[in-house]
């Protein structure tokens, strides 16, 4: 018994020697917490979100006027609401942690604003684009710099109008940002005198769009607006084609990428769609955000939102470096940008912390490429959009 | 040495042995340094090996069959030490409740699976249940205990639609059975606007005579309140289980998985034991799903998928099919070990399954196998306890 008492209290021993030596004193480190889906279906935004975060974090420490040291924790949300409130206790438990760039998953988001504002910690969305995330609360510590799917709508029904488009048959997934495009872009666009003919909520993961398509044909609207992501849109379009339906095809931020181009072939040519903030390249400091990320050699590309989550990793660390590593002081700060530049144009948060200056990008697809619109053929008038 | 004596030292020796375990988990929470993790791993492998030598975990397994109340009694006196020691760390609280809901959900597991063979797929979809029923009623005006009560009623109600499927196959056809339950319950619940649709539904916090579970509990953290819950539901379900597992009920369920045949010959009622088992399970289930529903305070489809059944099962097998005291130490892996794996960011998952195929290599019936049953007591037998 005695051996084994001696054991087990030189373990203990050690043990708390191993804690104690942990206390470290890096009094001027100050952590930055990156939440974004780094596993599972959407990934890949995840990823890039987290290279673009961990970009300003490397920038900020290479730069020698900045009064702290910053390090990126990383954690995965699997872009599943338990385990988002999961990690967001975790960041926001940890008293290092003054600022969080969080969430690429709307639905995760929605759950997670709770745990920031219980535990007052100040956190930037970077990608998710429902509206209640910003407006369903009125806690101080939630922002978004990224616009919501209500901006993007409007201004894409907007457009369309000026286009002399009138009547829209609508295809969205049953996530929650198939869903909400469905309800904004209805919304505005019937308060700009256009009509919906008929809508189809569709899984995910539907693979045959034969029944709803066909349905379509028999409506005979002049645009198909399509609100999902790129693997759905590649089928709808395809399967559009087959169907002889010559609708317009307009697309939302989801379908935004090089793989719907490459999935749809010729078929893509003058599929339109909207995007919230610039376009990286065209802003001067988005060009140093493209070349500094190419300098470091990531991986895989920052996608559609990792300039969002590059603004906001600066936006917390310029907070620190003016107020100084304290929770509510870096939420006080936030809440009063105004006209601050950045790498997405500007950005000014309204009462609610969202970010009012919308701008909304439009694209269209020209020789297998996303153009901007007002670079396109088709703004010129060389080209026409399908009638 | 007297026989009293050296039940006494038995005693301490489990009573030390749980102590060092709680330690050892509660620093394997709160720690965050890869070096340190290791160093507690590594302790806890060495104390492991330590207490095989002298036969401890034997005598363990003596005490747990054979004295409930003193075995209840040293494994549950460090947890109350260790959690009024650490009740101001959010996250480890927040982990330990997980951990105990997720156990709880396992043993409705081990009811239906362990004893009686029946696959359930559907543990997620059941779970699921119980955390809507809970979020649909918290908004009424009904006690907080009785809502989370009829969560458990909920699932075994809506449980027993799939009684009739579940008696007419056997093996892999009932397992499929539960399979489409589950994928069925996730698509009802994302295409219903009513509760709330894929984006989930908020949930009030819980409220006990008065006691707002969401407000910190005597100057401590917020889920002080709801780790007690959670572990008191684990205990009384626990204990329940044991008690059934013991009794001539048990004896039953087990022949109804050994042999039906020859079970119906000696008379028993195979259809009936199948549906108590089944029906019991999912109950237990729903009430673990309508606490974490409420701890969680958000709920949505994407928690309740069929990957997070597969995790309910990994923990059944990696515990030890048909050993209650298993699930505890496997729920522990499987939700703490992935959270743990954070700093590997991407690739943590791939890290994650290669542990649990090592355990499962070297483990093959799991954490703690269970043993057979004993018809008569051995407590004091010199025989075995020279062990």
């Known amino acids: 018994m005695g051996a084994l008492m001696n054991r087990i209290l030189l373990i203990m021993l050690s043990l708390g020697v191993f804690l104690f030596g942990c206390s470290s004193n890096e009094t001027d480190l100050v952590k930055i917490a990156f939440i974004g889906p780094l596993t599972g279906g959407v990934s890949a935004n995840g990823i890039g979100g987290r290279n673009s975060a961990d970009l300003a974090i490397k920038l900020a420490n290479a730069d020698t006027s900045k009064k702290y040291q910053y390090e990126l924790v990383v954690l995965d949300d699997e872009c599943k609401p338990n385990i988002g409130i999961q990690v967001a206790t975790k960041a926001a438990a940890d008293s290092k942690i003054f600022g969080a760039v969080a969430h690429y998953c709307s639905a995760v988001a929605v759950g997670t604003v709770d745990v920031f504002h219980k535990f007052a910690l100040p956190m930037i969305v970077w990608g998710a684009v429902l509206p209640e995330i910003t407006y369903g609360n009125d806690y101080p510590e939630i922002h978004r710099v990224n616009g919501t799917m209500i901006n993007q709508n409007d201004v894409a029904a907007r457009f369309m109008i000026d286009q002399g488009y009138r009547n829209w048959a609508i295809i969205h997934d049953t996530t929650d940002y198939g869903k909400g495009h469905d309800k904004y872009f209805t919304e505005s666009i019937e308060k700009y005198g256009g009509k919906v003919l008929g809508r189809f909520g569709v899984t995910a993961d539907q693979q045959d769009f034969n029944a709803e398509l066909t349905k379509i044909k028999a409506l005979k609207p002049e645009v198909l607006y399509f609100g999902g992501i790129t693997p759905i849109g590649v089928r709808v379009r395809t399967q559009m084609d087959r169907l002889n339906i010559p609708a317009l095809f307009q697309g939302t931020s989801g379908i935004i990428s090089d793989a719907y181009i490459e999935g749809t072939g010729n078929l893509s040519e003058g599929t339109l769609a909207f995007r919230e903030g610039d376009s990286a390249e065209r802003l001067p400091g988005g060009k140093m955000f493209l070349t500094k990320y190419k300098e470091m050699e990531y991986s895989s590309p920052p996608e559609a939102y990792g300039p969002f989550a590059f603004a906001a990793a600066n936006l917390i660390i310029r907070a620190v470096e003016a107020v100084g590593p304290d929770r509510k002081k870096i939420t006080k700060f936030l809440n009063q940008i105004k006209d601050h530049n950045s790498v997405i144009g500007k950005i000014s948060f309204d009462d609610n912390g969202q970010n009012m200056v919308p701008l909304i990008t439009k694209f269209v697809v020209q020789d297998g490429k996303w153009v901007i619109w007002e670079a396109s053929d088709y703004q010129s008038g060389q080209r026409q959009l399908s009638r | ?387």
Not at chain 2, 144 to 173: D, F, K, Q
Request: aromatic share 12%; glycine share 10%; net charge positive.
């Open chain 2, 1 to 387: 040495m007297k026989k009293q004596d050296k039940y006494l030292v038995t005693y301490c020796e489990i009573l030390l042995t749980s102590t060092i375990t709680t330690i050892l988990v509660v620093a394997f929470l709160i720690v965050e340094k890869e070096m340190l993790l290791g160093a507690i791993i590594g302790l806890g492998i060495l104390g492991f090996f330590i207490a095989k030598g002298r036969g401890i975990p034997h005598k363990i397994d003596q005490v747990y069959r054979e004295h409930p109340c003193v075995f209840y009694l040293t494994i549950v006196s460090p947890v109350i030490i260790a959690i009024v020691f650490c009740r101001h760390e959010h996250f480890a609280l927040f982990m330990i409740a997980s951990v105990a809901i997720y156990a709880t959900a396992c043993l409705g597991l081990t009811l239906q699976l362990g004893y009686t063979g029946l696959t359930n797929f559907a543990g997620a979809a059941f779970l699921g249940v119980g955390g809507y029923t809970v979020a649909v009623l918290t908004n009424q005006s009904i006690p907080n205990v009785l809502v989370i009560l009829l969560g458990g009623l909920m699932a075994a109600i809506i449980g027993s639609l799939l009684i009739l499927p579940v008696l007419r196959t056997r093996g892999h056809y009932a397992a499929l059975v539960t399979i489409a339950f589950a994928l069925l319950f996730k698509t009802f619940l994302e295409i219903n606007d009513t509760l709330g649709g894929p984006q989930g539904l908020k949930i009030a916090s819980f409220k006990f005579f008065g006691l707002d579970f969401n407000e910190p509990l005597l100057g401590s953290s917020f889920y002080l309140s709801y780790v007690i819950a959670a572990l008191l539901l684990m205990l009384v379900v626990f204990i329940i289980t044991r008690l059934i597992e013991k009794s001539w009920l048990g004896l039953h369920l087990d022949a109804v998985r050994l042999d039906e045949t020859v079970a119906s010959c000696f008379g028993i009622n195979i259809a009936a034991w199948k549906i108590l088992a089944f029906t019991l399970g999912n109950f237990f289930i729903g009430l673990a799903g309508g606490l974490y529903a409420q701890m969680l305070g958000h709920i949505a489809p994407t928690n309740f998928t069929f990957a997070d059944s597969l995790i309910l099962i990994s923990i059944v097998i990696l515990g030890g099919i048909g050993n209650p005291l298993g699930v505890i130490p496997a729920s522990f892996l499987i939700i703490v070990l992935p959270e743990k794996l954070q700093f590997i960011q991407e690739y943590r998952f791939l890290l994650f399954s290669i542990l649990v195929i090592l355990v499962l290599v070297y483990r093959p019936e799991g954490l703690l196998k269970r043993g057979l049953r004993s018809f008569y007591r051995t407590w004091g037998r010199e025989r075995k306890l020279e062990n």
